[in-house]
Structure formats: C-alpha cells, structure tokens
Nanobody
Framework: QVQLVESGGGLVQAGGSLRLSCAASGRSFSTSAVGWFRQAPGKEREFVAAVSWSGKNTDYADSVKGRFTISRDNAKNTVFLQMNNLKPEDTAVYHC??????????????????WGQGTQVTVSS
C-alpha cells in the first residue's frame, strides 16, 4: 500500500506561483508513475500533469502546458508540481495519484491505484 499526502496549496493572486508536493509513505513509489489531477466545484476531475516512474517522461494538459512543471525526487519519495503564472481558472482541489509498480502514466484517473486527499489551490483575480 502507498499513502499519498499533498501539501503546498493555498491562496495566491493571479500571476503568482505555488509548488505542490506529493509525499508517499508505506512503500517506495519510485517505480510508480504519478499524476496530478484537479477538481473544481461542480466540475469533473481533470488531468493536469503526469510523470513516468523514471522521471524521464512527462505529460501536461494543454491548459497548463508552459506554466506547470512536474518533477520527482525518488530519493525523497516525493513528486512536485511547480505552478507558475497561475490563473483564476486554476482554482481547484489538486490530487496526486500513483500507479502500481512500473505502471504507465495516463490522463485517465482509472489508471491510478492510489490517491491523496487533495490540497486546495485558490487563485484570486
């Protein structure tokens, strides 16, 4: 089992930055692909970014490409989401999710086996 805990959310003005962290415990997730998803009130959960277990491959939603960067530090069992030039439409609860060992990353939530509780990101205009 892997337990995921997100942190780093908060309130920021448009144009600002936040860095989200997803820390894993229970077992190493160095062989798990990890994705970030977000869900705004009244909307479906949507894909934001993902990184392969090696960290060599990444994927981004078009809406965040060029503004967000996903990375991982397997030695620290942590995945990061650096969010720059934030916009009000980025306001949502952000969740990280991990696959089983050597799983492939995906834009589909069903591919992921483990989920964190989420961290709130609010961007004011």
């Amino acid at each position: 089992q892997v337990q995921l805990v997100e942190s780093g959310g908060g309130l920021v003005q448009a144009g600002g930055s936040l860095r989200l962290s997803c820390a894993a415990s229970g077992r190493s997730f160095s062989t798990s692909a990890v994705g970030w998803f977000r869900q705004a009130p009244g909307k479906e959960r949507e894909f934001v970014a993902a990184v392969s277990w090696s960290g060599k491959n990444t994927d981004y939603a078009d809406s965040v490409k060029g503004r967000f960067t996903i990375s991982r530090d397997n030695a620290k069992n942590t995945v990061f989401l650096q969010m720059n030039n934030l916009k009000p439409e980025d306001t949502a609860v952000y969740h990280c999710a991990a696959t089983g060992s050597f799983g492939s990353y995906s834009r589909l939530p069903n591919y992921y086996d483990y989920w964190g509780q989420g961290t709130q990101v609010t961007v004011s205009s």
